[in-house]
């Protein structure tokens, strides 16, 4: 019955470590690459219109968690296409949805119990490390022939450096882009391995760690517009 009991506990911590149910497109990873150069029109985002989304998985797929974030940044059009972009990602602003956490379940812990849990020391130490950022380093045509996305309608496949707590790492992912004379907007829905930013809750190989789903998505619904 002990050997059992044991087994049991295995599956299900292996289960948890294999990830959740994510929805999105797996980025592409590698050293961080030279920033582009800013050249062309300017566009700035427009915070009021423009949202970052996360989500996260806690044993093994059930019970995500998810919120939102705010930035600030701006984007370069040159021959109506993106030239360059760059991104400042507000780490305090860092909200859990209330929908997202069931107090009855969790002991009473709620969503601003969560936002505590994610901002300090266990993960990301908005006090020492108060904003990330994502430089855009290239932006190219999607090709529906070897490019594959959740997004029915991808235009294009972006590469930027996403540096968090000081770590930088290019990542490459698919994205809706609309423009037009005064606007731009780009869409995308990816997953990051947060490990790879060296994100964990507690030593590596904590137990702890394993119940959190490795993969987290994020979803961009970025509008900038040109000042008139």
Known sequence: ??????LTIVAALALAACGGNSNADKVQTSTAQEIATEKGTVFHLDRASSSIKWKAYHKGGFDPRFGTLESEGSLTLENDAIAS??????????????????VAK??????????????????????????????????????????????????????????????????????KVSINENEVTVQSKFS???????????????????????????????IAKKQL
């Open 192 to 222: 990051i391995n947060r490990q790879d930013w060296g994100l964990t809750y507690g030593t590596d190989g904590d137990p702890k760690d394993w119940m959190i789903s490795q993969e987290v998505d994020l979803e961009f619904d970025i």
């Open 85 to 102: 972009g760059k991104f400042t990602i507000d780490m305090n602003s860092l909200r859990t949805d209330d929908d997202a956490v069931d």
């Open 106 to 175: 969790t002991g009473g812990k709620t969503a601003a119990d969560l936002d505590g849990h994610l901002k300090n020391e266990d993960f990301f130490e908005v006090e020492k490390y108060p904003t990330a950022k994502l430089d855009i380093t290239s932006v190219r045509p999607f090709d529906p022939a070897k490019d594959k996305s959740v997004l029915a309608d991808a235009t294009n496949v972006i590469s930027g450096n996403l540096t968090i707590k000081e770590k930088t790492v290019n990542i490459s992912f698919p994205a």
């Open 1 to 6: 019955m002990r050997k059992l009991s044991a």
